[in-house]
């Protein structure tokens, strides 16, 4: 995850900056940042391996854009243009003793001294683990007294003392590594492909020097510097050490600054090339960048769209939206104060069967048995569902029509129980709806609607799912059944015979028959029970075959075997048809859907798109219209696809 971090940081930190290409072929300098800002382009160039006393000369720099020469001005790098940091890793394992180590020091505290005052430098060693012994700083005896302590010990944890230098390094300004090793590492934790991915998204030059390293150690130095778009320095004596550690030193002192103005209204990605000239040595790079010289228009069109502040609707106010919650919450704390009151009135209740439980034969009283309810045990679930269902006994036949639908639906929910799902949903709804639209009218309407249609839509969903698998299992249910009168078996224990060996929903609903025969119910009855329950026409002619039997005689094995290859053969032709019609009924629903969809989508984003729809008399024709030619395709659509088997 840090890995991850550090790689997306850096990735940001470019700014307007592209993707740098690989450097040409050309060797000596390297471009090390690039910023481009509308037609002015700000860059970095770094010399490379310049020989001792030589320095860049400003005056020979030249910039190009796609083979163009542009107008630039080149200046010595300082603090106050970019920040400049660099990074030390030094390795101080057990096996830099001696020679190792004290190269190193050497060559630390030479760097020290040879940078600019205003670069800031930082110490990672690593050995056994990965420390940071300095952050980067301008505090230069804080360095060297860091430098002076080194003592090697342990084993090499190269890849995180690399991983830990990007990280000191941070993500401003222009940054450099210098890596110095001895051996292959040893003691990671993180692979080598997390140093070379965050090496290529840091946009950090690494330099990587080798103290007498095998062959497989060089390599491995060498894949961390190329990725980083550095060099890998091979060192057999403490002076290469020294040597390469002065070469980076001058490297960071000769940078320099580059501002050139970019031509105008060029766009794009381009390639950017810089020449100088160091001690008679020319140097050169170059960078792809990605640029966009245009001027930027400031003013305001006179014509056109203009800006305006949206219309935050009737309840767009803060004071609504406070009022809304304010709403809710009483709604909830009148909840929990009835509640609260049933629970009161059970412990009094309670302490008054203690007190008469002194009287009885046994002396205790009778335990009141609470029935759980779907919605939980709790006082306020129970106190909910009793409110419910006084209101739901209240409306006639409302809850037995209703108790139907959820057993045919296969669900455990009470009327009472459904009745507070329902509101919920519905006021749920409406209340997301008002606080996603900032207090719109029309979105919290649809919320209504939404929250209050969204449950019976479900019911009806699982109703018919539950109904076609009832449907798809007949054929072989009154197969079983033939079957088991064919051997011997009454009806009872062939219906029995599908409640142990059939599949849901059928031998539940079989089940039950089972039970209600057993306390007395006509077989022939409690099956037609069953058809009542599942409104299945088929198995109502079932039914009727059976009673029919029972009345005039007759083979009833084969008359069940008739009707289910029947039945099976309604089902294959039924099957068939909706296999044809797939894509109809697909095209149905898109086009359904979308228009509603994409309204409700911009009642919520966009309200103001939408409003002259709804506030001026031709937005209210053209939505009447629409919503009346809309119903029409939609049912001519269902008509089409529909087809009755």
């Known amino acids: 995850m840090r890995l991850r971090s550090l790689a997306a940081a850096a990735g940001a930190a470019v700014a307007v900056v592209t993707a740098l290409a690989v450097p040409a072929s050309a060797a000596g300098g390297r471009i090390t940042q690039i910023e481009a800002k509308g037609a002015e382009l700000r860059l970095v160039f770094t010399p490379d391996a310049l020989p001792p006393g030589t320095t860049l000369d400003t005056r020979s720099v030249h910039v190009t854009v796609d083979g163009t020469r542009v107008e630039s001005v080149a200046d010595v790098l300082t603090q106050e243009a970019v920040r400049r940091t660099a990074e030390l890793v030094i390795d101080t394992s057990g096996s830099m003793r001696g020679e190792g180590i004290a190269g190193a ?29 300095v952050p980067p700083t301008t505090d230069r005896a804080a360095l ?9 010990a342990g084993e090499t944890s190269l890849y995180d003392g690399v991983l830990l230098g990007l990280k000191e390094l941070g ?34 030059r690494i330099d990587t020097v080798a103290f007498k390293t095998p062959e497989a150690a060089n390599q491995v130095l060498g894949r961390i510097s190329a990725a980083a778009k550095g060099r890998a320095i091979a060192a057999g004596r403490a002076a290469d050490v020294a040597k390469a550690f002065g070469e980076v030193a001058r490297a960071i002192s000769n940078q320099v600054v580059v501002t050139a103005t970019l031509p105008p209204d ?77 629970l009161t009135t059970d412990r009094q209740q309670g302490r008054v069967r203690r007190r008469l439980s002194l009287y009885t034969l046994t002396g205790r009283g009778a335990a009141e048995v609470h029935e759980p309810t779907a919605l939980g045990d709790s006082g306020v679930a129970r106190s909910a569902v009793e409110l419910a269902d006084r209101v739901v006994r209240g409306r006639g036949d409302v809850e037995a029509r209703l108790a139907r639908r959820l057993e045919r639906a296969g669900s455990a929910l009470k009327p009472a129980e459904w009745i507070l799902v329902h509101a919920s949903s519905t006021f749920g709804a409406a209340l997301l709806f008002l606080l996603l639209s900032g207090g719109g009218v029309i979105a919290t309407v649809v919320g209504l609607v939404l929250g209050f249609a969204g449950p019976w839509t479900y019911l009806r969903f699982r109703e018919s799912r539950r109904t076609n698998a009832f449907l798809a299992q007949m054929p072989d249910t009154l197969q079983l059944v033939a079957g088991s009168l064919s051997a011997g078996y009454s009806l009872p224990q062939a219906v029995d015979a599908v409640v142990r060996e059939g599949a849901q929903p059928i031998a539940n609903e079989f089940n039950r028959a089972i039970i209600e025969s057993r306390l007395g119910v006509p077989i022939e009855d409690a099956l037609d029970s069953i058809a009542t329950r599942m409104e299945s026409k088929d198995f109502e002619w079932v039914v009727m075959a059976i009673r029919i039997q029972r009345e005039v005689g007759g083979n009833l094995a084969e008359v069940l075997s008739t009707v289910a290859n029947t039945m099976r053969e309604r089902e294959r032709v039924r099957r068939q048809v909706r296999v044809l019609s797939a894509e109809g009924r697909l095209s149905a629903w898109v086009l359904g859907g979308l228009p509603p969809l994409f309204a409700l989508y911009l009642l919520l984003v966009r309200p103001r798109y939408i409003k002259p729809l709804y506030t001026d008399l031709v937005g209210l024709t053209m939505l009447v219209t629409s919503g009346l030619l809309f119903v029409a395709g939609v049912l001519w659509l269902r008509k089409v696809v529909k087809v009755e088997v």
């Open 144 to 152: 060297r007294r860091a430098v002076a302590a080194l003592q090697p």
């Open 105 to 133: 020091k050497s060559a630390a505290l030479a760097f020290v001294d040879a940078v600019p005052d205003d670069v800031n430098v930082g110490l990672v060693t690593f050995s056994d683990r990965a420390a940071v012994r």
């Open 171 to 204: 993500i401003i300004g222009t940054r450099s590594m210098l890596v110095l090793s001895d051996g292959a590492d040893t003691r990671s934790r993180q692979p080598l492909s997390d140093v070379l991915t965050a090496a290529r998204a840091s946009g950090t």
């Open 266 to 342: 060029l766009v794009g990605s381009v390639t950017i090339a810089v020449e100088a000239t160091a001690g008679g040595q020319t140097l050169s790079d170059e960078a792809v960048a990605s640029v966009d010289a245009r001027p930027l228009v400031t003013a305001t069109p006179s014509t056109g769209i203009v800006p305006v502040d949206a219309d935050p609707g009737a309840f767009g106010s803060r004071a609504i939206l406070y009022g809304a919650l304010v709403a809710i919450f009483a709604a909830l704390a009148s909840i929990l104060v009835l509640a609260f009151g049933t």
